[in-house]
């Protein structure tokens, strides 16, 4: 988070800096004499103001004095946004991570207590069918049902404010929508780019929800509806640092490819796709290879279905 960042979110969250602060703190067993005395970092009413709300830090003060507590500035900035985050994001982060565990088990849990749910919230129509689409990649028995398809969509329709739940519930549903709704609702959030890449909260989130539409528009032959994506996510990707999108450009490769295999251009799709899941490997995320491996068989066979139609023709 850079300053100005910092300083926006102080402005809007004034007491949860100093909150987070002294959690920490307290947590680890220091007190604030042995925090102020270490280096010189502050005085001791300086520290009490800004535990209590009463004032605040400089991002200078604060790189300097979270050492003393030994916190890196990523581990406080992470605290801060666990401790804001809204019952929904909770609950999208623990389905992510049971399905990166491939905890069948717990997301069947998850998925009874949604379904058991008797109120007339349409959100979790949603969540019932992001679970649906974890556990189908795992366990193919699982059919998703059109009455479960119709109710997530009304949900996504509806949604005014798009926060880190709702980018996440649309991108890992985006593939199994209706088609021309998930060309739509992905159109208005491309609208709004400049607004999501500015929000350190949502960038990550938009940009792969734009990644799963394209392959939704390459997979139902919607091919320039893909093109359009393609270029939000090009000027996206070049505004972001490397690092924090290396497996998003990667992603962005074999999407590529995959739209040159259709398109007709068989062997740039095929070697664009197979340098992916190359590069997949060399980063060491294998578990992408693997899944990634076979959205490539399904993309031939899927080649060499359009290529018969077309001889027909």
Known sequence: MDEFAYLDYLYQNPHIFGKTFRKIRKDKEFTIEEVCSKNNACNRKTLYNFESGKNCLSILSLVRILPNINT????????VFNYRVSASEKLMRKIIDYCHQNNTEALKK??????ADKSKNLEKHAYILMIYVFLYEMEPNFQISQEILEKASDYFFGVEQWGYAELN???NTAHVLNINLTITIAGELAKKKEEMYFDSMKRRDFLGMLLNT???????????DAVYFFDVI????????LEKTVLER???KFMKGYYHLLNGDDDKGKKLMEKAIELFEDTETSSAAERYKTYYEVALLQAEKLKELENKE
């Open 234 to 241: 090009s000027e996206l990707i070049a505004k972001q640092m």
């Open 169 to 171: 519930l649309f991108s």
């Open 214 to 224: 394209s392959y939704a528009c390459i997979k139902n032959y919607r091919l320039d």
């Open 110 to 115: 998850i998925l009874a207590d949604k379904q």
């Open 72 to 79: 890196s500035i990523a581990d406080y900035f992470a605290a």
């Open 250 to 252: 990667i992603i962005f």
